[in-house]
């Protein structure tokens, strides 16, 4: 019986961790991995890996396979990196010279789109997934 309960509730979290716009707390999401704009509006991808930002640009027709390409610190992003950390909810990039940028960041689609609320708010989708 013991069995039978754990795995019950292993199915219903497993279930209700899908979003964090259920407010559940025990779904946590990571901004590690590959970003990009939606519909690859401005050809830009991000990898966020290890506390470094990493830009990378597209300059082909197909930006998706180039991107799923591209590893963290490869050599095809841009020479400038960027620290960042996050803590609680709130992501810190540090733009140098003094400059950093504060965002609070809010998870949907399963971890797989991630919103900045800044002045103004805009959302990326992790490489390879349509969360609109």
């Not at 990898?47 to 027709?61: L, P, Q």
């Not at 020479?79 to 996050?86: L, R």
């Not at 010279?97 to 991630?114: D, H, R, S, Y």
Request: aromatic share 16%.
């Amino acid at each position: 019986m013991n069995k039978s309960f754990l795995i019950v509730v292993l199915f219903i979290m497993a279930c209700s961790s899908d979003d964090v716009s259920n407010n559940n707390p025990l779904t946590t999401f990571t901004i590690e991995g590959k970003w990009v704009y939606p519909d690859n509006s401005l050809n830009t991808m991000y990898i966020y890996e290890a506390g470094i930002r990493y830009t990378y640009y597209c300059v082909g027709s197909d930006c998706e396979s180039q991107y799923e390409s591209f590893e963290a610190a490869d050599g095809n992003h841009l020479p400038t990196t960027h620290p960042y950390k996050v803590e609680n909810t709130m992501l810190t990039v540090d733009l140098h010279f003094g400059n950093e940028w504060v965002a609070p960041l809010t998870f949907e689609c399963g971890g797989n789109k991630v919103t900045f609320a800044t002045p103004n708010p805009y959302y990326l989708n992790r490489l390879g997934y349509d969360c609109n």
